[in-house]
Structure formats: structure tokens, C-alpha cells
């Protein structure tokens, strides 16, 4: 895989912040600390964005969080790997009845994992995205790691703060995304 070696600027870095995003988005921020002028946020140079798949966090092999717990588990699990040396990125996909399933596995010191996968078997989408200085990777549903070239002053912090505090808004007024 050509564009594998886009994870070598994280393999062996402990992420300074792991926070769950809009739904069940997890980030995990890596390097230099960055403030976006526009909305205050501070995000890491390297961004691993857990996207559009379903997740679960072990440790030694025990599930202790998933992306349908409760916000106070994910943020204890989360908080649990914040500094911990992520070692390995496996991608794997294999195929069952016709069907293609693919997935991901991040490994960190201390027996900690987190295994994402696709989450709509039908549907196309992303199960991560790996956001550096210069470019977005992304591996898709159909198991290719794709690069793509970063949009000038769009920041993925900022179009992921905005969904995060729309969301946040529309909750206390009693509505929800994707409601009239």
C-alpha cells in the first residue's frame, strides 16, 4: 500500500487528546499543538478521525467502551489512551457470502486496542481518516487507502467544532439533527 507510509508520522507518537466528536466520532490528536483563529480550538498537526464506522476500545482483550456507550464511559476510555504510544495501524478486509468487510485495528502500549469497522454494509463511506498538514487519507469501505490533497483554510477541527456545537444547540432547544 503506497500511502501506508502516511501513518508513519503517528506510529510511535502518543496522542496528546482522544475526545468523542458529533455521535460516535472518535479524534485522537498527534503532534504540534495548533490554535484555528476562527474558532479558538486547539488540534494537533495529524488528526485520526474515526468516521463512519462502528468502534469498540479494549483492554488485554476486554471490551471496556463501544460507540453506542454512554458519553461518561467513552470519555473515561478515551481519557485512557490520551499519552499512550500508538504502536500499530492493521487494515484488513476479507470477504463472507459475496460481501466485503473491512476494518481497522489500532494498537497501543499497555494492551489497549481499538478496532473500527464498517457500520452500513450497503452503503459507501469512510472508517477513518488520518488529517496531516498536507493531505487527507482515507480508508474506505471498499478497503482502499485514498489520498486527497487538504482544502486551503478549512481546518477538519473546524467543520467538526461546527457540527459538534450545532448539535449541542439544537439539544437544548429540544431538536435534532435532521429535524424539521
Known amino acids: ?12 507518537k502518543c496522542p496528546w487528546k482522544v475526545w468523542k ?19 479558538g480550538t486547539v488540534h494537533g498537526a495529524y488528526c485520526l478521525w474515526i468516521y463512519m464506522a462502528a468502534w469498540r476500545i479494549k483492554k488485554d482483550g476486554k471490551e471496556i467502551a463501544n460507540s453506542e456507550s454512554s458519553d461518561i464511559v467513552i470519555e473515561r476510555s478515551t481519557a485512557a489512551l490520551q499519552g499512550k504510544r500508538l504502536d500499530a495501524v492493521i487494515l484488513s478486509c476479507f ?3 459475496g460481501e466485503l468487510h473491512c476494518a481497522a485495528r489500532f494498537e497501543f502500549e499497555g494492551g489497549r486496542t481499538v478496532q473500527a469497522f464498517m457500520n452500513d454494509r450497503d452503503g459507501s463511506g469512510s472508517i477513518f481518516m488520518l488529517h496531516t498538514p498536507s493531505a487527507v487519507f482515507s480508508y474506505d469501505y471498499d ?3 485514498t489520498e486527497s490533497k487538504k482544502k486551503q483554510n478549512r481546518p477538519l477541527h473546524r467543520t467538526a467544532a461546527q ?10 432547544k429540544g431538536r435534532h439533527l435532521g429535524a424539521k
Do not use: P
Open 21 to 39: 466528536g458529533f455521535g460516535s466520532f472518535l479524534l485522537f490528536e498527534f503532534g504540534a499543538k495548533k490554535r484555528d483563529v476562527i474558532t
Open 1 to 12: 500500500m503506497r500511502n501506508a507510509t502516511a501513518f508513519y508520522s503517528i506510529i510511535g
Open 95 to 97: 470477504v463472507t457470502r
Open 143 to 145: 478497503g482502499a487507502l
Open 163 to 172: 457540527l459538534r456545537s450545532l448539535a449541542i444547540q439544537n439539544s437544548r
